[in-house]
């Protein structure tokens, strides 16, 4: 007779008949015809049952040291429970005990990914809705730039929060430290660069009309008709250096200015189509957890996950305009989506 490693239900039933009507172990083995180590194996763990859990004593600590714990969790927004009781000078805390405690004072979260938004903020939204609401977006340049890290999207650290603390905003790294800064831009069905910014390059508006000059002017708009050139609408976001005067009046001697150069409202990620672009491309780099030793590995990871994004997707993103816009009209200004 066969070694079997699991018993059936229904051979555990019959088992436990067996048993009641004084069969042994060895009988009932050859009335199943199993093995009968594996019957006696079971029989013996039904025997013994499941330990009790023993509760271990927790750590107490003072009522003062309670205080110093809750003041420390209010100054250090989404530290470790290890890192709030080291600040406190509280050491020989099992870390249930300290997370036990920390949960009647705060509690875990992860950074805010968005910058609330103000009264004034929410009315520039909706004027901005306005204006463009008659837009044919299939003619807009939708650009941004993306920061890409070795290890990982920027900005999903968790910790403990106080209770009745807002989460500190998330603010996305765009130079320096372990990755790339990629700008690229959509319009209608078609995707514009990527391009990768020099290593170590500080995007102040010099760097920023030089960059655009040797990318996007010289690789890409200088090929396109007379008649694109006319009705192509500009858009980029309010970075300082985007919307220095340098830069503006750069844009300008290129013929980017007044109707052709969008104006974009403050706090508005959610507004622009591209920052989908970017959440697929991620997704494509840091695929099951993958993680990059160079610059230039990750680089080739952008432009592999850049080639799989088709033209229908980033249609599907630019024809979504129209709804986003009368979503901000409809919530008042508040941020769509999620």
Request: with cysteine; net charge positive; glycine share 8%.
């Amino acid at each position: 007779m066969g070694q079997k490693k699991d018993l059936t239900g229904s051979e555990k039933s019959k088992i436990v008949r067996y048993l009641a009507e004084g069969c042994s172990s060895l009988k009932i083995a050859k009335l199943l015809k199993r093995d009968h180590r594996t019957i006696k194996s079971f029989i013996q763990n039904s025997q013994q049952g499941r330990k009790k859990r023993v509760d271990k004593p927790r750590c107490k600590i003072t009522v003062h040291e309670l205080r110093k714990v809750k003041r420390a969790a209010a100054k250090m927004p989404l530290a470790t429970s290890l890192a709030i009781f080291q600040s406190c000078n509280i050491t020989g805390v099992p870390k249930s005990t300290r997370c036990a405690i920390l949960r009647d004072m705060a509690r875990v979260r992860k950074t805010e990914r968005r910058p609330p938004l103000n009264k004034t903020h929410k009315l520039k939204r909706q004027d901005w809705a306005k204006t463009y609401l008659k837009t044919d977006f299939s003619k807009v340049l939708w650009t941004d730039e993306m920061r890409v890290s070795l290890d990982g999207p920027d900005g999903w650290a968790r910790g403990w929060i106080g209770k009745g603390q807002r989460a500190p905003v998330r603010l996305r790294r765009q130079q320096g430290g372990g990755g790339v800064l990629v700008w690229a831009g959509i319009i209608k069905d078609e995707l514009v660069g990527p391009f990768r910014v020099e290593d170590g390059v500080k995007l102040n508006s010099q760097s920023y009309c030089q960059f655009l000059d040797d990318t996007f002017f010289k690789q890409w708009y200088r090929k396109k008709s007379a008649s694109f050139k006319k009705n192509m609408i500009f858009m980029h976001d309010n970075a300082p250096s985007h919307t220095s005067k340098y830069s503006t009046a750069w844009l300008a001697r290129k013929g980017i200015k007044e109707e052709k150069l969008m104006t974009w409202p403050p706090c508005s990620p959610d507004l622009n189509p591209i920052e989908n672009l970017w959440s697929i491309i991620k997704c494509g780099i840091y695929k099951e957890g993958k993680r990059y030793t160079s610059l230039n590995s990750v680089w080739e990871a952008v432009v592999a996950a850049a080639r799989n994004v088709d033209g229908e997707q980033i249609k599907t993103l630019t024809e979504s305009m129209d709804g986003r816009l009368l979503s901000v009209l409809a919530k008042k200004g508040v941020y769509i989506g999620r």
